[in-house]
Structure formats: structure tokens, C-alpha cells
DNA sequence: AGCACGCCGACT
DNA sequence: GTCGGCGTGCTC
């Protein structure tokens, strides 16, 4: 058997390819593809890598350097994810590196950089470590933090991450995440009595002494004492309200006296405690026919489009064909956007499915991410349940792919390489496994909607509503003509104010929604119109009301808010723009009475304060909640009568080319929300322009038509899905450099492009962040050229920029199917 | 991308 | 006298 002498290794880096390591004589039987490996790059830098091949070519460009040491017995990535990864890095032009750094656990790529944090105390450790574990050890019960870098001064360099390795399995040193936020995983409301009021007579008889006036409280306390006694399960407050009456006020001031004690538990927590799964329920007629369908176009290896309106009971068709698929003992990946992941969708496929799901999410800590990776390499769970970053787990014997919300834009990762999009890659990773795929939405992107009319993908509808409640009805309210007859209150028309009056008469909650892009308040002079922007940034500053600072959204520069412009020193400042929080302050001044709380991400900053709003608005205690996205996405509330939407306008003139379609989509969500249960809901949407072709669609859930419409005019303007676009960005602090770079690079493209798709050089409507100026090129493949010779064409147009040597410094990124 | 090496201006 | 600015070249 001929040896193996030299191994190519994926490294953590932006540079093309792959590195070659010459393999020691003692390492040369075991090493295997898949394993990490420990080697040296540069002067001092210490790597974890990936084996990608190997072979007996010694390169005779480079000296190679051996690999230091390898650091696994058995391969933790599988050759189809190496392949999966080239597939990537080639189609969206990054590196293999790029794309290795972003799809492995950080806890399991130790670098010189990486940071490392001792937890418990020596005298805790009972393990028995080597005489280098107990030199790092002690080193970092001293400093408490250090990096690997100088770790390895300490110890033998070669073995420094082995060590580490080797620590981090004990359990003696984490990965030091202060940076990361934690994750805050839904959790419940539970109630219990004060043990000493149970076991205190003379507590328990003054404490009713207490209650002689309150009879309500009085014998809530006592059923909880019987409730206690007959099980030793936790009592949620949301059930015992529900079986006996009383409310979270009553319990509140209960509590305050002592004798409850109110405490919160993880939703995930209580379905250990409560680990019994659910049968499937039997699907009605029409799920039926869809999973049918669905199995047939699955036998001809098709794609399948479940195109299902709201309520049309997508999530039980998806739960038969996980099961078929666990008959088949093959892996299910269910994927849904970031945002969704707290949904009670999770709760309820871990409902029917228990401990055969794991769930993958971004804001998991490192430990929770090996283990899961661990987990899935080892087959152990049937079923993963994650965000985009899923896609990149060891699976072993995928069968499924069910992607949730296909439309949705978080599937694209927009803030660093790879630029992938989930949903797209969720295909390609499925045909390596040549699993079957499921892309489910009520509102499809026009790209999946196109492949399923042209019959590439297979498409079944669920066109009828499980509860036969017919959908909410929209109106929409003529702005213009509510400010010529002056009915209206600052951004409220009388018509949503009668609307909300009615509602809550009726004993219904309003849901008023606000999009986050009509951005939050800017300030103005009210003489000069001078407005203060970013120092770094093309943008003006936006006006934070609670610290009451000038923030930056892009490099996250904050001021104190000026008390005169300083322009022309005038004294009169002015907030213009709507945001959420102005929509509050409105609300509040019209319907003093009214409980009244705002949904955005200021204001779930606060620990749990989702899910206590969420608690206190499903229990009735606010009448209306002002919010951006986040209300219109994955959550079900029962007793909306109403939902209102400030202004749709800003959405629709958004310049985007897919303004119309985003537009569509959140309109018809939001309204979904409305009415859920038995009753029909209503939806009123202020708009400038009550005529606009999509809004009208809005009003008759006319997906067929929008879609025709937008479809047209992409076709006739050249957008997708009719071509791919490629997007070329140059940044630089020197502005005349982006200038020059990004048209000489125009100028080496254009032979090969007509001015119909090669645009720009443009300026982006922020034309600098960070003190770096930008400019975009756009590239629209033509439909009869390959989208690898275009990319071919674009790497050689950079390639020879480079060669000259003032234009090195311009950085330039390579979108491929930009967002 | 990082990082070392190297050559010029404003400071103790 | 030095500290540090970033232009340049290299990483197996």
C-alpha cells in the first residue's frame, strides 16, 4: 500500500483552495478524511483544519510544513459535506475556508485567536491531567482568560490545541463567549403555594384571615393546596385559570402578600417533565389529496411546492411525511427562518415526536452546538429542527428537507460569507442525499412560484381554511382624503379609531402594525431643515427616546442629542418619521383608558419581555399592541378582532425590485392575524395610494393575480427569476479609488455585456459606512450564457484589477443572488 | 483576510 | 531619540 505523504487541508481563511501538509510517518496509518488536524500557518499561528484529500505530490512551489497533530479518532464531517461546501464556495464565489469558518462550530476550531476561560476551581478537578494540562491549567486559574496563542508559549506549540482539546472535553475550560448574548428559550408562567404556609398553621389560618374579604382569592388558594396534594406536576397559571377562572392581577397580589410564589420555567424543561408524544391526528380530505400528491412527485424526484393559505393545516401534511419519512429510518431537516424558531410549530412537532428532535439555533452557545453536531453525526436525532445555519450539520442518512416559509429573506445570509440562501441550498444539499424537498408557504416567493408553474417544481395547494371561518376582510382607508377632511389624529384616521373603539366594545384585542423600514424618528430644524448625521455613515442619526441619544444604525456611533441645530443655532428641533414608538405615544393620548404595549426589538430587550407580553395579551391584559414584523410573523393569537396598519405606503415605494412582492407578503400576513379562532376578523390598511394595483390585490388575498402582475414586469425589466443577478460591491475609504476601481472594472466587463445587464458603476442610496465609500455594480446573467462563465469572467476582470498595485486596497465582495 | 516587515511624520 | 501610521507582500 503506498503511503500517503502529503494531505490538502481546508483552513479557516479567505484564500482560495485548499493548504498542503506533509504527514509525519506515525500519523500517516490513522489520518483520515474529515479529521481536524492541528498546523502551523504563517510565523506563529496555530489552525484547526480539515482534511480534504490526499496524494504524494510534493508541491515545488512551497515549502510544505507538517501537520502538527491530529486531533479526532473518527472524521467529524462526512465527504458529502466536504463536497456540499466546494459546491457552495464555487457557485457563490468564496472561499472553501470562508465557508468552513462559517459552517463549523466555533468550539471545535481552537485558532490562535480563539479566547479560553477556566471554570470550577483546581481543587474541583478530578481527572487525572498530563504534567502540559496541569501547566495551562494552573496558568489560567492565575489570569482567569487566555488566548490559545499564548498558551502555546507555555507548553509544547506542536501539541497546544490537542491540549486544549483535551481540556475543553473535561469540562475544565470553555470557550470564553462573553460577546454572545444568550439565548432566552420561551418559558411559562408557574404558580405554587408557599411550602410554609402549608406546613405553618398559624400562617395558613391568618393568611385566610387575610382573605375573609377577597372570596375569590380566598378559594383560589385553597384549590391550589388540593391541586398541589393530588400531583406533584407544576401548576401553569395559564391552565389553572382556565379550569377554575381568576386572573394574573389576582395571583399577583396574592403573591405579594406571600403566600404564592410565581416562577417561570423553560417551555423545553416541562416537555421532559411532560414526556409523553401525541399520536398524529387524522388529516381531512384535502390534506389527504396533498399528501398524495405529494408522494407522487416525490417518486418522480420532484421539488413540491405546499402552497397552503393561513390555517389551511400545512403543519399536519408536514407531520405525515416526517413520520413516512422516520418509517423509512431516514434523518428529517426542517427548516424555518430565524425568527419563527419559537413558534408553537417547534412546540408541536416536539409534541409528536419528543426526544427524536433536536433543535439547531444561532443563539445556542458553543456547547449546545457540539453536542448537537455530535448528535447528528452519531444519527441520534430523526429529526432537525433549525435556521439556515442547519444546513450545515453532519448528516447521515437525510431523507427530508421541509422548508418553512420559503419566501422569507432571512433564509439569505446577508452578513458575511458565504451569502448563501437556505432555501436554494436546502435543493442542492438534498440532491446529494438524494432526499426529497418541501417548500411550504401561503404566499410563495415569485421564484418558487415560477418553477412550479412552469411544472419544474410539483405544486399543491390547501386552499381550504381548517376552521371554515371565512378570511378576515380588508379595507383600505384613503389617507389623502381623510387629511382633506381633517378626520384624522396625527397618523390615526377617524375611521381606525372607530374601528378600534368598536373592537374593544366587542371585548376584542387590536393588533396595530408599523413597519420597522417607516424608520424610527429622525431629528429636524424646523427652520433650516437640518437634520445630524452620522460622522462614518451617509445616514441621518435616529432619535432613541428612552436614552435619549442620536444613534447610528450602521457602525453604531451614538451622540447626546443636540439642544440646537448645529446649523444655524436654531432652538426649534423637530422629530419627523414615524416608528413604533411614536405610534405608542399616539394610541396612548387617544384611548388613555386603554392598556396599550408596544412589540419591537427595543422593546423586547428586556429579558422575557416576549413572552410576558405575549402572556399578558393572550390573558386579555393589553388591548392593543403596536408592533413592527415581529407581530406578523409566527405568532397565533386567538382574540384579535382588529388589525390596523399605519401606513403601507413606505413599503411599496421602497426601491427594490422586490418591493411589490415583500409588500404582498407581510400585508397578507399581518391581516392574518386577524380573527383567528371562530369569528371573522377585520383589517384596515392607511395607505396614500388606495388605488395601487397590489394593494387592491391585498384586500382580495389575489395571490394569482399579484403574482401574473410582478412576474410581468420582472420578465419585461429583466429580474429574477427570468435571470440571475450578481452583485459586485467596492469599498474604500478614498472615495475617488471606489470611483476609479469600480469603472475600470465596468470598463474590462463590458465587451462581453450589452448596458441591459451590466449596470452601474451605482451609488447606493447609503453611499458610506463605516468611513468607507461604496459603489455597486449589477450583473444580469442573460438567459443563453452559463452562470459559470459570467462568474469566470468576473473573477478575471478582479484578477486583473489586482495586477494593479494602487487598486489592491479597494475591497470588493461578490454577492450571488443578492436579496 | 491577517500579519510581519519596512519606511516616513509628531511626540515624551 | 522613539512610537506608530499604513503601503506591500506572503501565507502550504
Known amino acids: 500500500m503506498a503511503a500517503n505523504y502529503f494531505a490538502e487541508i481546508i483552513l479557516p481563511l479567505a484564500l482560495p483552495g485548499t493548504f498542503t501538509y506533509e504527514i509525519s510517518p506515525e500519523d500517516q496509518p490513522y489520518l483520515k478524511v474529515g479529521q481536524r488536524v492541528s498546523v502551523p500557518f504563517g510565523t506563529n499561528k496555530l489552525y484547526t483544519g480539515i482534511v480534504h484529500s490526499f496524494h504524494q505530490n510534493k508541491p515545488e512551489l512551497f515549502k510544505t510544513k507538517f501537520i502538527d497533530s491530529v486531533l479526532d479518532t473518527e472524521p467529524l464531517i462526512t465527504e458529502i459535506q466536504i463536497q456540499f461546501w466546494e459546491w457552495i464556495a464555487k457557485y457563490y464565489m468564496c472561499s472553501l475556508g470562508d465557508v468552513y469558518r462559517n459552517a463549523f462550530p466555533t468550539a471545535l476550531k481552537w485558532e490562535s485567536e480563539t ?235 416536539r409534541k409528536y415526536f419528543g426526544d427524536k428532535v433536536g433543535i439547531y439555533h444561532s443563539k445556542f452557545n458553543q456547547n449546545e452546538r457540539v453536542e448537537l453536531w455530535n448528535k447528528t453525526l452519531n444519527d441520534e436525532y430523526k429529526i432537525i429542527i ?24 432571512a433564509y439569505k445570509q446577508t452578513d458575511s460569507r458565504p451569502y448563501f440562501h437556505a432555501r436554494d441550498m436546502a435543493l442542492v444539499l438534498a440532491n446529494f442525499y438524494q432526499a426529497n424537498v418541501i417548500l411550504g408557504s401561503a404566499t410563495p416567493s415569485l421564484e418558487t412560484y415560477q418553477n412550479a408553474q412552469t411544472g419544474k417544481y410539483g405544486h399543491v395547494q390547501l386552499t381550504k381554511r381548517f376552521t371554515d371561518v371565512p378570511l378576515p376582510k380588508i379595507e383600505l382607508i384613503d389617507l389623502r382624503a381623510a387629511m382633506r377632511s381633517k378626520e384624522i389624529t396625527g397618523d390615526i384616521s377617524n375611521l381606525l379609531r372607530e374601528a378600534i373603539i368598536e373592537t374593544i366594545k366587542e371585548g376584542k384585542q387590536v393588533l396595530i402594525f ?27 442619526l435616529t432619535l432613541h427616546k428612552m436614552s435619549n441619544l442620536l444613534k447610528c444604525h450602521y457602525c453604531g456611533h451614538s451622540q447626546a442629542k443636540p439642544s440646537k441645530c448645529s446649523n444655524c443655532q436654531s432652538l426649534e428641533l423637530d422629530t419627523k418619521g414615524i416608528g413604533t414608538e411614536q405610534i405608542e405615544v399616539q394610541l396612548e393620548s387617544i384611548f388613555p383608558k386603554l392598556k396599550i404595549a408596544r412589540m419591537d426589538v427595543d422593546a423586547m430587550r428586556r429579558k422575557f419581555a416576549y413572552e410576558k407580553t405575549l402572556e399578558a395579551f393572550e390573558e386579555r391584559e393589553i388591548d392593543i399592541i403596536v408592533g413592527t414584523q415581529m407581530i406578523a410573523k409566527g405568532l397565533d393569537f386567538s382574540n384579535v378582532g382588529l388589525v390596523g396598519v399605519i401606513r403601507a405606503d413606505s413599503m411599496l415605494n421602497f426601491p ?48 394569482e393575480k399579484t403574482a401574473k402582475d410582478i412576474l410581468y414586469e420582472r420578465k419585461s425589466f429583466l429580474y429574477p427569476p427570468f435571470l440571475r443577478l450578481i452583485q459586485i460591491t467596492f469599498r474604500h475609504a478614498k472615495k475617488e479609488k471606489v470611483d476609479k476601481v469600480s469603472e475600470a472594472f465596468v470598463n474590462l466587463l463590458k465587451p462581453n455585456f450589452d448596458e441591459k445587464h451590466l449596470l452601474g458603476p451605482e451609488e447606493p442610496s447609503i453611499s458610506r459606512i463605516r468611513n468607507l465609500y461604496i459603489k455597486n455594480v449589477l450583473i444580469k446573467i442573460p438567459e443563453n450564457a452559463s452562470p459559470q462563465s459570467v462568474k469566470n469572467l468576473i473573477e478575471k476582470g478582479i484578477a486583473s484589477l489586482y495586477t494593479v498595485q494602487a487598486f489592491r486596497s479597494v475591497r470588493i465582495e461578490i454577492d450571488v443572488d443578492p436579496q
Not at 514 to 540: I, K, L, W, Y
Request: proline letters at 3%; hydrophobic letters at 35%.
Open 115 to 349: 479566547f479560553v476561560k477556566f471554570i470550577g476551581t483546581v481543587a474541583q478537578i478530578e481527572e487525572n491531567l498530563s504534567e502540559s494540562e496541569w501547566m495551562v491549567v494552573n496558568a489560567l486559574d492565575k489570569k482567569g482568560i487566555l488566548a490559545v496563542s499564548e498558551i502555546a508559549k507555555l507548553v509544547d506549540k506542536k501539541s497546544t490545541i490537542k491540549i486544549i482539546k483535551s481540556l475543553w472535553e473535561k469540562g475544565i475550560i470553555q470557550l470564553d463567549e462573553v460577546l454572545k448574548e444568550k439565548y432566552t428559550p420561551k418559558v411559562e408562567l408557574f404558580i405554587k403555594v408557599n411550602p410554609e404556609l402549608k406546613s405553618d398553621e398559624k400562617f395558613f389560618n391568618s393568611s385566610l384571615e387575610k382573605l375573609k374579604n377577597a372570596a375569590k382569592q380566598r378559594e383560589t388558594l385553597l384549590q391550589l393546596i388540593v391541586e398541589e396534594s393530588q400531583s406533584s406536576k407544576p401548576i401553569k397559571i395559564s391552565k389553572f385559570i382556565k379550569k377554575f377562572g381568576g386572573n394574573h392581577a389576582m395571583f399577583r397580589s396574592m403573591e405579594e402578600k406571600g403566600m404564592v410564589e410565581i416562577y417561570d420555567l423553560e417551555i423545553s424543561r416541562i416537555d421532559e417533565i411532560d414526556n409523553k408524544t401525541i399520536d398524529s391526528e387524522a388529516l381531512n380530505f384535502e390534506q389527504n389529496q396533498a399528501l398524495k400528491t405529494i408522494g407522487n412527485y416525490f417518486e418522480e424526484k420532484k421539488t413540491v411546492l405546499l402552497h397552503g393559505v393561513t390555517s389551511s393545516g400545512k403543519t399536519e401534511v408536514y407531520i405525515k411525511l416526517i413520520e413516512q419519512n422516520l418509517e423509512e429510518d431516514k434523518t428529517t431537516l426542517f427548516l424555518l427562518p430565524e425568527i419563527s424558531i419559537s413558534s408553537q410549530m417547534v412546540q408541536r412537532i
Open 386 to 409: 433549525g435556521a439556515r445555519s442547519a444546513l450545515f450539520l453532519p448528516f447521515q442518512n437525510l431523507g427530508l428537507i421541509i422548508v418553512d416559509e420559503e419566501q422569507e429573506t
Open 514 to 540: 408599523q413597519n420597522r423600514r417607516g424608520f424610527a424618528p429622525v431629528v429636524e430644524c424646523t427652520s433650516c431643515g437640518h437634520s445630524p448625521f452620522c460622522p462614518n455613515c451617509d445616514v441621518p
Open 656 to 703: 427594490d425590485f422586490r418591493a411589490h412582492e415583500k409588500a404582498f407578503q407581510l400585508l397578507t400576513q399581518v391581516a392574518g392575524r386577524a380573527g383567528r379562532r371562530n369569528e371573522q376578523g377585520k383589517v384596515l390598511i392607511q395607505t396614500y395610494n388606495p388605488d395601487h394595483e397590489i394593494l387592491q390585490n391585498v384586500t382580495r388575498y389575489d395571490f
